[in-house]
């Protein structure tokens, strides 16, 4: 079936680290979008992705979506203790209406 | 606060039980979805309702159904339970129906079946 894959599954970095998590889809996407869950918390949304090589950033965050439309990454510089948690990617398949979430990249941080 | 609103926070159950779980979307929002997250996995799609007609199944059981009434709140039904059936359970809400806009979730339902 169409998915969307995540990796790494897992991510434990030192604070001040970066860290990226890579999504990758076997068909094109229309868009994608980004989001985060806090321990015991919900997914939030961060942002959405919608052109081909469309880079967009929050603060410490920088979003990418390749060129194919076919993967997207996060990557965060510096890491804080207050960036743990699961981020998730979504696409939106073309022709599907739906969307497709990766499976997360668990991201833990050491103080 | 999202503006999605999910009852009960926490449910215990046990074996061959029903349960039913209860989403109001934030206002405005005319679809609804229904997601389960079992410990460490991922989000699972089950079901997508908008404006009170189904619009896209994903994995969801034969033993699992859901609806969404007039006023858009919408309700999942879990039969004849099964221990595997333990995990958190996600409603979000969207303006529209392709999936191109951000999804809202609510805190989620966690079920617990011993």
């Known amino acids: 079936g169409q998915q969307v894959m995540q990796i790494p599954q897992y991510q434990h970095v030192q604070e001040g680290e970066d860290f990226t998590t890579y999504c990758n889809s076997s068909?094109?996407?229309?868009?994608i979008q980004w989001y985060k869950q806090r321990p015991g918390g919900h997914p939030v949304f961060l942002i959405q992705?919608?052109?081909?090589?469309e880079v967009k950033k929050q603060k410490r965050l920088t979003f990418q979506f390749g060129e194919a439309k076919k993967n997207s990454s996060l990557h965060i510089t510096a890491t804080q203790t207050t960036d743990v948690g699961t981020y998730f990617c979504?696409?939106?398949?073309?022709?599907?209406?739906?969307?497709?979430f990766g499976q997360g990249t668990r991201l833990t941080i050491n103080p | 606060d999202s503006g999605v609103t999910q009852t009960p926070k926490h449910l215990i159950t046990a074996t061959g039980q029903r349960v039913t779980l209860r989403c109001s979307p934030r206002?405005?929002?005319?679809?609804v979805y229904w997601y389960q997250q079992s410990l460490d996995q991922g989000l699972q799609f089950l079901i997508q309702?908008?404006?009170?007609?189904?619009?896209a199944k994903g994995n969801i059981l034969e033993r699992f159904s859901a609806q969404q009434f007039p006023d858009l709140h919408s309700e999942l039904n879990l039969s004849s339970l099964e221990l595997g059936d333990s995990a958190l359970y996600f409603c979000?809400?969207?303006?529209?129906?392709?999936?191109?806009?951000?999804?809202?979730f609510g805190p989620g339902t966690r079920l617990t079946v011993l």
């Open positions: 992705l919608v052109k081909s090589g």
């Open positions: 206002s405005g929002d005319l679809s």
């Open positions: 068909t094109t996407l229309s868009n």
């Open positions: 979504a696409g939106h398949i073309q022709g599907a209406q739906k969307l497709v």
């Open positions: 309702y908008y404006n009170g007609e189904e619009r």
């Open positions: 979000a809400s969207s303006v529209e129906a392709r999936g191109i806009n951000e999804q809202f």
